[in-house]
């Protein structure tokens, strides 16, 4: 079962996700997680408890950034911890953008 | 007890006698060995008596001596021995070195001879024979092996062996892998047999065996038969082949049985009964000049005309395998015919029929026929702004003038009656114009600038395509991955996610060819749309299709490939453009272009085939894939003529001019002065002669 847990400071907001990031979660993202995360000036995404990944899944996260981005231009989002195997899909399908370096520095 | 003395006397038949007299017995009772011969000195000074040793024995012996000769019991056993044994492999000849009394000393001294098989020797005092061993023979001395030569004395102990040899009847039978064909290989075995040589007595000589080969064939017919049997080949025996391979004596393979192999069907064809391709070009009349008013005869076809017979496939007739089993011919299909614009298909007569009038249109790829009528438009008149352009898919005649910013298009021919001023002609197929062509564009062929372009980004796509496919098969083998959205959406997330990022380029091409398929969809055959179609649904739609699978993504590219494929072969070498003069313009022509008239100024022309001017080429630049000839080029005010062929083109100018430049491949040449009769080419050192 896929869950997430919201950490508000200030301006700054860390969501940590637990399950499965698939086609199962499209709703919850859409309809929950994206207007929880707006106006904030700072959006750290923790996928430490993400062992699995869809292509739907990968299609919300991007959908994601674009919705945030969109809503206000210079919001800072950051990935951390991904799990080296979902890293393996990310790498793959060259989604270089969403893992800058933070990403890699975080999972140092 | 045995009694034993030495005798000695002038000669060995004297000391033999001497001592019989001494020991009062006859020859009979006395085994005789001569320990000395005598010899003769000069003046009495080196001689030596003959020295013998007589020993009496049992006057019952077996043994019997010839007169001067001692013979040990055991060797005489031995030869006996031996005789038994010459049938066998190895002929073993053994026998100690004696002097063979009967021929005169004087002749055999010091020389060495082979009498059946075995060797005698009779060394002299100063020279002592010498044998050389020659091929397939082992010689042993003493038990000891003789390489190459050796000396011969009494006392040596000689043993020649002879190689012999023999091989089997080797034979097999093979089946080829469709049963068709049974065959025999047979190598026949022999026996090979040699025999010492008989030599006669020299100081030297070389030992030979002298070889006969028997060729043993011992291969039966009822041996064959039973290989077969084994075989299960029940059909279709070739008994002669068996026969000879039984009595052949050389090696060879023979096709004892043969099936009977399939007769091959027919697939179905058409057959035209109209004739269908233009008869182009100028007939020459009997005083040689030309009509140019029948430039061309194009074939027409009536309304309820039968334009093709329509064949049905013949099945083949199956053979069989020597095994008995039958062969299936190969499968026949038959022709599938598309009935384009103006045909009927009348089924039960198995004719296509023309249901309006036109030109008869035909073409064939593999198994697909397709056949239509073209209709002509005539326009009769000037093609201006208050006719405005005109498009049609079949033939179009216009009576009159092009006139300025006009467009002509058609898919089947274009005749242009009178002239074309500042306008656009082009067709699929051929362009004729019988005035000039003035400040115009002008093309002839299917490859227009839109499917040039289009097989441009078609190779791009194609090749982005395979890349993509590749990751998502590198993706779905990723163990993070899941497939849960597959069930419902297909591939569509992950192609989206593709095209966004990594595969940007691909989804500008594909927007791009779609673009381009719209706007030039006139001019494009209705291939190219139904493709554009299909990318589109593949990488641009927003709800799951048939084309977001894995395998019919495989296809769809496997599609683009052959459609880049056809692309290339599909030359355009029919298409042409005939003109009379042209002037400030551009020609371009998947096959011929002929200036008939005055010639050619400031003009670009670009050929498939060969350019042909029959007058003047002033100022521009020709491009022609396999070679021009030109009456006159340049002029003399030196304007700038560049003519371009490949490297295996020619290019013949009865006169160039100061300025022309030629360049056959990447060989260029420019004319300084003016020269005649030119017949320009790269030999084969890739230098250019003339």
Redesign the interface.
Same mark, same amino acid.
Do not use: F, G, N, V
């Given at each position: 079962m896929f869950t997430y847990k919201l950490d508000k400071i200030d301006q700054s907001v860390s969501v940590q996700f637990n399950g499965d990031f698939d086609i199962e979660v499209s709703e919850l993202i859409e309809d929950e997680i994206i207007p929880a995360l707006m106006n904030f000036a700072c959006v750290e995404l923790d996928f430490d408890g993400v062992p699995f990944v869809d292509s739907t899944g990968i299609g919300l996260l991007l959908n994601l950034i674009d919705s945030l981005k969109n809503n206000q231009e210079d919001v800072q989002i950051k990935i951390k911890k991904i799990q080296p195997m979902v890293r393996e899909v990310f790498e793959i399908l060259q989604l270089d953008e969403i893992l800058r370096e933070k990403v890699y520095l975080s999972l140092n | 007890m045995e009694q034993t003395i030495l005798s000695k006397g002038k000669n060995v038949r004297e000391a033999i006698e001497l001592g019989l007299d001494l020991l009062g017995i006859g020859k009979e009772e006395a085994a005789i060995e001569i320990i000395q011969k005598e010899t003769k000195g000069f003046l009495q000074l080196r001689s030596r008596q003959a020295v013998v040793k007589l020993t009496k024995i049992k006057a019952n012996s077996t043994h019997r001596e010839s007169a001067s000769m001692s013979v040990d019991l055991a060797v005489i056993e031995k030869v006996v021995d031996n005789l038994g044994l010459a049938d066998k492999k190895v002929e073993l000849v053994s026998m100690n070195a004696k002097a063979d009394e009967h021929r005169p000393d004087e002749q055999l001294g010091g020389k060495v001879w082979v009498k059946e098989g075995q060797i005698y020797c009779q060394p002299s005092e100063l020279h002592y024979p010498t044998i050389s061993v020659g091929n397939g023979i082992k010689l042993l001395k003493n038990n000891e092996q003789i390489a190459l030569s050796t000396i011969a004395t009494k006392e040596d102990r000689f043993e020649i062996q002879t190689q012999d040899d023999s091989k089997d009847t080797i034979w097999n039978i093979t089946m080829d892998s469709e049963k068709l064909n049974v065959y025999l290989h047979i190598e026949p075995g022999m026996k090979k047999t040699s025999k010492i040589k008989d030599i006669e007595p020299d100081y030297h000589i070389v030992l030979e065996a002298e070889e006969t080969v028997e060729i043993i064939n011992d291969l039966e017919y009822k041996e064959i038969l039973q290989a077969l049997n084994e075989l299960r080949v029940i059909h279709g025996f070739n008994h002669s082949e068996i026969m000879k391979a039984v009595n052949t004596d050389t090696p060879g393979t023979f096709t004892i049985a043969s099936g009977v192999s399939p007769k091959e069907g027919k697939n179905g064809r058409i057959e035209l009964i109209v004739e269908t391709e233009k008869k182009m070009g100028l007939k020459e009349r009997a005083n040689g000049t030309v009509d140019f008013r029948d430039i061309q005869v194009i074939p027409t076809v009536q309304k309820g005309q039968v334009v093709a017979k329509i064949h049905q496939p013949v099945p083949g007739i199956p053979g069989y395998t020597v095994t008995n089993e039958p062969i299936p011919p190969k499968q026949t299909y038959p022709l599938v015919v598309q009935c384009g614009k103006g045909i009927t298909f009348l089924e039960s007569q198995n004719k296509l029929v023309a249901t309006e009038k036109g030109r008869p249109f035909f073409e064939q790829n593999g198994l697909m026929a397709k056949v239509s009528i073209i209709e002509k438009l005539v326009h009769r008149g000037e093609v201006n702004i208050s006719s405005g352009n005109i498009r049609f898919k079949g033939d179009i005649d216009v009576l009159g003038n092009v006139e300025d910013g006009m467009m002509v298009e058609a898919e089947g021919n274009v005749e242009i009656f009178k002239n074309v001023y500042s306008a656009s002609v082009s067709s699929n197929t051929n362009v004729v114009i019988r005035g000039n062509a003035i400040g115009s564009m002008i093309s002839a062929g299917k490859q227009n600038i839109f499917a040039s372009q289009m097989v441009y980004l078609l190779r791009n796509i194609q090749e982005e395509m395979k890349k993509m496919i590749l990751?998502i098969e590198? *993706?779905m083998n #990723?163990?993070?991955?899941?497939?849960?959205?597959?069930g419902?959406?297909g *591939?569509l997330? #992950?192609i989206?996610?593709?095209i966004?990022?990594?595969f940007k380029l691909l989804g500008t091409s594909v927007k791009q060819f779609i673009s381009l398929s719209q706007k030039g969809n006139h001019l494009l055959d209705h291939q190219w749309l139904a493709l554009a179609g299909q990318l589109k649904s593949c990488f641009f739609s927003t709800v799951m299709n048939e084309y977001h699978s894995f395998d019919s993504m495989i296809a769809l590219e496997k599609n683009l490939a052959e459609m880049i494929g056809q692309y290339a072969e599909d030359q355009d070498k029919d298409c042409f453009i005939h003109l009379s003069y042209a002037l400030n313009s551009h020609i371009y022509s998947g096959g011929d272009v002929r200036i008939s008239g005055q010639g050619c100024y400031n003009s670009k022309i670009h050929a498939g085939g060969v350019v042909d001017i029959n007058g003047v080429f002033r100022g521009g630049e020709i491009y022609s894939a396999q070679g021009v000839n030109i009456r006159e080029s340049g002029s003399e005010g030196g304007v700038m003529n560049k003519i371009i062929v490949p490297s295996d083109g020619k290019i013949r100018m009865d006169l160039a001019r100061e300025g022309t430049v030629i360049q056959i491949g990447k060989v260029k040449h420019t004319f300084q002065e003016e020269c005649r009769n030119i017949n320009a080419r790269l030999d084969e050192n890739a230098r250019l002669v003339f």
């Open positions: - | 990751t590198q *993706l #990723l163990p993070a991955l899941k497939m849960t959205d597959h419902k959406k *591939l997330p #992950l989206k996610i593709l966004e990022k990594k």
